[in-house]
């Protein structure tokens, strides 16, 4: 397999990925405050949206370097 063909195979997959996942979700925990030997932290859920354009063009970029990879020169 040529570099071309491993990374559309790598671009139809995030986009297909993306496409069924929607969005990306993680915890990040701030320190808030520390007094002497006590500290306070706070966790926020926070998310990444992925928009399905992405993952559409992703998926449509993958095709077209799978179809450019394909043809002998």
């Known amino acids: 397999m040529t570099i071309l063909r491993v990374l559309a195979v790598v671009f139809i997959l995030a986009g ?11 915890t990040k ?3 808030a405050a520390k007094l002497g ?3 306070f932290s706070v966790k926020e859920k926070e998310s990444i949206v992925i928009p ?4 559409g063009s992703a998926i449509a970029l993958g ?3 799978l179809l450019v990879g ?3 020169r």
Request: charged share 20%; no cysteine.
């Open 70 to 72: 394909g043809k002998k």
């Open 29 to 31: 925990e701030t320190h």
């Open 52 to 55: 399905p354009w992405l993952s």
């Open 37 to 39: 030997p006590i500290e």
């Open 16 to 26: 297909s990925l993306g496409l069924a996942q929607r969005s990306i979700d993680y």
């Open 63 to 65: 095709v077209v370097l």
